[in-house]
């Protein structure tokens, strides 16, 4: 197959939903409404490798700020692979990023491949599945996250990740479809965590919280708004012992894992307060 002409060029809005539509083929099951939420996010930073006019090849290198962006997306057509077009895609992310530290969540299988490219792995994380209660059960403190000062959710996101990412989080919690509740005592916010739509069943994510008392009630109140008997997924960092336990105890069970990984310093997050991460897309 010839593969002259091969250009790579940024994708527009719209063909957003058509990576999305392949990473559902790939099986990674991403959320149906995320599409306006990760372009938006960083419209310049979706790529597409194109072929004969047709899209093929894919990589999201969203740049958060100056100093940290994240890697997902990475995907090329079954037809067309071996052919050196993921190579192109994946050399225009990474020149976009430029000198930031650049995250990615690897399958176990291509860790290596990613090591040799100069990340480096920090944690795994386990996606758990398990299945929605359809039972709304909300504990003294639970309530919805748009009753709390917007101020107050950021300044809360901004411990849990590398950087600020105030962008990402606004569009977030208002996704369509989502369920965002937040845990607070005596006015303080001590977690919080999203409940959204995919293409099977529902992710939650993020699930950040205090301690486990407070993510499991968390954890209990967004499962109740998920239809009774449906998936749910929870991807939780192996670091944190207490949400494996968490995931356990509910009944949930190993679907796969990754690798976090990181072209420079570990960020050194609280893992004992991630419960769940946002996305292995953007982070």
Known sequence: ??????????????????????????????????????????????????????????????????????????????????????????????????????????????????????????YKSVRHQGVGTGQEHKAEGIKYLSEVPIKDLLAYDDQHFPVPRHAFTNLWIKQTGGIALASVNDGELEGYGLLRQCHLGYKIGPLFADDEDVAKSLFRALCGHASQGAPIFLDTPVANSAALDMARRHHMHPVFETVRMYTKEDPHLPMDRIYGVTSFELG
Request: glycine fraction near 12%; hydrophobic fraction near 40%; proline fraction near 4%.
């Open 1 to 122: 197959m010839s593969i002259e002409g091969y250009t790579i060029r940024k994708a527009q809005s719209h063909e957003v939903d058509l990576i999305i539509s392949w990473a559902n083929q790939e099986g990674w099951n991403p959320g149906i409404h995320d599409a306006e939420t990760f372009y938006r996010t960083d419209p310049n930073g979706f790529f597409l490798g194109i072929l004969d006019e047709r899209p093929v090849a894919s990589i999201s290198a969203v740049a958060y700020n100056d100093s940290f962006g994240f890697l997902g997306f990475y995907i090329v057509q079954p037809s067309f692979r071996g052919l050196g077009l993921g190579t192109k895609v994946w050399n225009a992310g990474i020149k976009y990023l430029g000198n930031r530290n650049i995250g990615l969540d690897s399958v176990l299988e291509q860790q290596k491949l990613y090591e040799s490219l100069g990340f480096l792995p920090c």
